[in-house]
């Protein structure tokens, strides 16, 4: 979970095309997204739900929550039981497998974690470093963000917050598992 809003009202449109459909978008950020559109623009019309959001804010603090969606793009939270399944963070159970996770066994390094950045640590990531590559300090959407962890994995750097931060797919490919501070690939480049 990384943001809560209130649905103010949505509609439906068949036969939609890109265009009809970039008119409904216009004041927010996506009406100006033009790759988003152009993207579109490969069906000649298909079914399309508007959703209009209002109080939307973002969560202080990303978490998971304990319910699973298994494929629904939408759940509508109804009952008391859904309410608490879907803003109720997993924090003792995701505490639980991170102690099992670093304790020393075999083929495990104590106290790194996964190597795998979770969705939510990647999406804190990103919202800490505002969407901008801490590298050369592009932004998106005009380039792919990946996370990079700051010392590298293969040096034993753990997946941590303090350890990750934001970079343009074309500074992370080219730092590889080298070590560099911010600016040092915007440097490189202007030579």
């Known amino acids: 979970m990384v943001a809560t809003a209130r649905v103010q009202g949505f509609r439906q449109i068949e036969g939609c095309t890109a265009d009809q459909l970039r008119v409904t978008t216009a004041g927010y950020k996506l009406h100006d997204l033009d790759g988003y559109w152009a993207s579109l623009d490969v069906k000649p019309s298909f079914f399309a739900v508007v959703v209009y959001l209002e109080d939307e804010r973002w969560l202080d603090h990303v978490f998971t929550p304990i319910g699973r969606s298994h494929g629904e793009s939408w759940i509508v939270l109804d009952r008391p039981d859904r309410e608490r399944e879907w803003l109720t963070e997993q924090d003792e159970m995701v505490r639980v497998a991170n102690r099992e996770h670093q304790e020393v066994g075999p083929g495990r390094r104590s106290g790194r974690g996964s190597r795998t950045i979770s969705p939510s640590l990647r999406f804190e990531v990103f919202r800490r470093d505002a969407f901008t590559c801490q590298y050369c300090g592009r932004r998106a959407p005009e380039v792919v963000l990946h996370v990079d962890h700051v010392t590298p ?16 797919s074309d ?12 600016g040092v690939m915007a440097e490189s480049r202007s030579h």
């Open 153 to 168: 994995w293969a040096r034993n750097g753990p997946t941590t917050l303090e350890n990750l931060r934001t970079a343009c």
């Open 171 to 182: 500074c992370n490919l080219g730092k590889g598992a080298r070590r560099l501070g911010s």
